[in-house]
């Protein structure tokens, strides 16, 4: 079957990948565009695949920052790189760690414009929960990233470089096996809407899962989508990650105020193309992500309702406890509603584990996410 075609995002055209100004960014690019540029610098043909091997291994292997650390390249070679290129992350602009070691990353990006990164350390691993665009048009009523205006999606370099300003962050180049690495899976859960920037995620992903750059498996790589059903296919056969749905509700009338894009597609379309995911099964399940809302969604009618929705799709339901936010028009159902609900869908044979907030205290937690100087800014304008 035919991958299904790109959509256009609502609002306003995105382009693929801005326009660069001044030398070309290497990180991000896959190997074929690394290798065309290298000959367009001058790099002879019978040489342009292992020049690319070793920038490749260099870049995503080693951690390089500078044509400079390069040193099994000619000191020539090396000029003429960094005369034509640039190894630029994102800039760090703050880091806050909080009680339980979560670390929050305030990144700038080309014009300006500012994403957050979450680090999240476990027992069993450590996760790194990355942004796609800078802001989100989405507009979930529960989200605090849904309050921040849309201004781009992010570059493939820029996705991709969430990842290796991490790991420079930590410490974590040299690590292996992948199990001994800090960063050892990778959400892509955090500002944006990854199924409305399909390509940049992809190439990044694709760098991501590469044995011979940042080598993790697509197990370990988590996309979550609220729904941009036309995209959900391709994403499955051109990524190949595992799947997560935002979908926060059981009946169209509140999804649609919880999470607008239902009003476009709704949750009989959104889980028709869950059924339609490459290699679904027990050992690759979706992953439903709900927010338990007190009063909202939260009831034991609600909760027999989805088991219903996703009866014969192989999946788990991690129950989110609603994570307020400054002006938050919801309440975090209680513990013994959440208990409740719980115990209903492990009864249908779902799992169903709560996940424990992590980062509170930085604003790190799930739907909390929203650029500081966004929040400056808003603080700033008259009432």
Known sequence: MPATAPITQDLLTIPRKAAPEGPLNLIGLPRAELRAALLAIGTPEAQATMRTAQLWQWIYGKGARSFDEMTNLAKDYRRRLAENFTLDRPELVTRQVSADGTRKYLLRVAGGGEIETVYIPEEDRGTLCISSQIGCTLTCSFCHTGTQRLVRNLTAAEITGQILLARDDLGDWGRTPVEKRLVSNIVLMGMGEPLYNTDNVRDAMRIAMDGEGLALSRRRITLSTSGVVPEIERAGSEIGCLLAISLHATTDEIRDRLVPINRKWKIA???????????????????????????????????????????????????????????????????????????????????????????????????????????????????
């Open 269 to 383: 379309e959104l889980l028709d193309a869950c059924r339609r995911w490459p290699r679904l099964s027990n050992a690759e399940r979706i992953t439903f992500e709900y927010v338990m809302l007190r009063d909202v969604n939260d009831s034991d009618a609600d909760a027999r309702r989805l088991v219903k929705l996703i009866a014969g799709i192989p999946a788990k339901i991690n129950l989110i406890p609603f994570n307020p936010w400054p002006g938050a028009p919801y309440e975090r159902s209680t513990p013994e509603r959440i208990e409740a609900f719980a115990r209903i869908v492990n009864r249908a044979g779902y799992a169903s584990p709560v996940r424990t907030p992590r980062g509170e205290d930085i604003m790190a937690a799930c739907g909390q996410l929203k650029s500081a100087s966004e929040r400056t800014r808003r603080t700033r304008q008259p009432a």
